[in-house]
């Protein structure tokens, strides 16, 4: 990861046609402008996906600006307490991908984060790769089932992250992808390496297992069940038993 100063704050880049980003690159309106955004997903926010101008070797990359949730919003939609470049949740986030991904861990590649300062506080963006052909598994199983081995696969998955010490804060189902046979993890806001412990290992299975049934029950037809969880959990203890 480089850092660059800029007039409002700092740009860490990961990705080399990403080292003449500017802070305007961070919001969606300029490329609009360009006629370069080819796609969004809504959740509680919009998180856009725009196509890079590289003719060599053109992108599509998600941009994420980073919102406050829960009590705190209601007063503060995006601002958040400056103790340091490298503790702000885009940086942060940011080098838990580059670290992941180097070791050949199924996340997007890390492109960019965006630090913007005012007083004591900062704004934030993140640029990650599109994983190409990605559904998330709420979207999927709305259409699809998943085999017996896939569920297997997606169990090792998870605890092979786990045994490297990768705490996700919030585990579930809409923040792991399926592509071409393989799983991916995504949004590692907040997220951290630490030292594997069956504690906090547990908590991320419990959360997960409470987004499957949280969206079954909004979605009766999701192809999930408790055969399917014990598929994942046959899958995670024959590589991380806890």
Not at 128 to 136: Q, T, Y
């Amino acid at each position: 990861m480089q850092i660059k100063n800029t007039q409002l704050g700092h740009i860490a880049w990961c990705e080399t046609t990403a080292q003449h980003l500017a802070p305007q690159d961070f919001a969606v309106d300029g490329w609009r402008e360009k006629n370069a955004v080819v796609g969004q997903s809504k959740g509680r926010y919009t998180t856009w996906f725009v196509k890079t101008d590289n003719s060599d070797s053109p992108q599509t990359w998600v941009l994420r600006h980073y919102w406050r949730g829960g009590m705190i919003e209601k007063f503060s939609r995006d601002a958040y307490f400056y103790t340091g470049l490298q503790r702000t949740r885009a940086v942060s986030e940011l080098a838990i991908l580059e670290v992941l991904y180097q070791e050949g861990f199924a996340v997007p590649r890390p492109i960019a984060a965006n630090v913007e300062r005012f007083g004591l506080w900062y704004r934030a963006d993140i640029i990650i790769e599109h994983v190409a052909g990605a559904n998330d598994l709420v979207a999927y199983l709305s259409h699809n089932p998943m085999t017996e081995s896939q569920w297997y696969l997606l169990g090792e998955t998870i605890a092979k992250f786990h045994q490297r010490g990768v705490y996700h804060a919030d585990l579930n189902a809409k923040n792991i992808l399926l592509a071409h046979g393989e799983f991916y993890l995504i949004d590692f806001d907040r997220g951290e390496l630490r030292t594997p412990q069956p504690t906090w290992q547990q908590a991320n299975l419990d959360r997960l297992l409470r987004s499957f049934n949280k969206e079954h029950a909004k979605l009766t037809t999701l192809q999930f069940s408790q055969q399917h969880w014990l598929q994942l959990l046959a899958g995670y203890q024959s590589i991380n038993p806890i």
